[in-house]
């Protein structure tokens, strides 16, 4: 599990393609400062496992071809900066929200409107991930924990994604992770919040 509260920046150092999966290495110092085989580190909000760590500031993962299909870690290239986290302790204070590091699918930023002190940034929304998403409510958008500030549906958007929200950057998420800095047209991954989902199923089986 995860909070969505980004540690730190990393970069792909390296790439290698295995058939229907691939296996990527990520510089990351402060994550992988106490790694070890088989920890959780969430990059850009996909929970994937350390298989080794390299020269102490690096780690190496296998990503699988479902992950690399439903997310956007398939597009990412050598020199990709990526958002990390480590997977929560218990005794630790939860800031963000419950982030299981399991993307529910992708969206597309369709626009960055700039502020004085903050930066609105909309992005479409899957169909079929919608119902789950509320103002006010938490969402995670590339492993980064953030508040729904606004929703809405635009009828010309592109199939499957007619809904949009939006949130808005603080300084402190512009500088810190790869959201401040991503283009309009960039894909993002989407993790909604996972009791809205429960609750739903519950109300199904009721």
Not at 1 to 25: K, N, P, Y
Not at 126 to 144: F, H, M, Q, W
Not at 166 to 174: A, K, N
Request: charge should be negative.
């Amino acid at each position: 599990m995860f909070t969505g509260i980004v540690e730190e920046l990393g970069e792909i150092v390296a790439t290698e393609q295995l058939g229907d999966s691939a296996r990527l290495t990520i510089r990351g110092k402060l994550v992988t400062s106490d790694a070890e085989h088989g920890d959780s580190i969430a990059v850009n909000g996909v929970c994937l496992t350390v298989v080794d760590v390299v020269d102490g500031d690096s780690f190496t993962t296998d990503v699988m071809g479902e992950t690399l299909n439903r997310s956007s870690i398939g597009k990412l290239d050598l020199g990709s900066k990526v958002n990390l986290e480590r997977a929560a302790a218990i005794n630790s204070r939860l800031g963000g929200h419950i982030v299981q590091g399991h993307v529910d699918g992708t969206g597309t930023i369709l626009s960055r409107t700039p502020s004085e002190n903050w930066e609105v940034v909309r992005i479409s929304l899957p169909d079929n991930l919608a119902r789950y998403v509320v103002e006010k409510g938490s969402i995670t958008v590339d492993g980064i924990s953030l508040t729904v500030s606004g929703l809405g549906v635009d009828e010309s958007g592109e199939p499957g994604h007619r809904d949009w929200f939006e949130v808005s950057l603080i300084p402190t998420t512009r500088e810190l992770t790869t959201l401040g800095s991503a283009p309009v047209g960039a894909t993002v991954n989407l993790e909604v919040d996972i009791i809205a989902k429960y609750v739903e199923r519950l109300q199904q089986r009721g």
